[in-house]
């Protein structure tokens, strides 16, 4: 026959921690944080220029389609624009973007 615990004994086998947890980011946990930030820091900046560069691009196919009456291709580039914006927005804000979501769940 099995014999079976009643659920309080098992809770009152967990340990409980003595206070409250309190961890925080830090540059030197880990080797390459340094180099790290370099590189997210050149993909953001890469991230940019091909922002501007879709945007250029959607600017002309845009102007193009205008011009030739071509809704469709003006459709097209009136889009293009819309996300080169957009995802300039992301990449020029991502680091307000996530230091405001981290602000966020530390208040929780």
């Known amino acids: 026959m099995i014999s079976v615990l009643p659920v309080t004994h098992l809770v009152a086998a967990i340990p409980i921690a003595?206070?409250?947890?309190?961890v925080n980011p830090?540059?030197?946990?880990l080797p390459g944080i340094a180099a790290l930030r370099t590189i997210v820091g050149a993909v953001m900046t890469v991230g940019l220029i091909l922002s501007v560069l879709a945007l250029i691009v959607a600017a002309v196919v845009w102007a193009f389609g205008s011009h030739s009456a071509n809704p469709h291709l003006?459709?097209?580039?009136?889009?293009g624009v819309l996300i080169a914006c957009g995802a300039?927005?992301?990449t020029g804000g991502a680091v307000a973007f996530i230091n405001f979501f981290w602000n966020v769940g530390q208040g929780i």
């Open 18 to 22: 003595a206070g409250p947890i309190n």
């Open 26 to 29: 830090n540059d030197n946990g």
């Open 74 to 79: 003006a459709t097209r580039g009136k889009t």
């Open 88 to 90: 300039a927005i992301i």
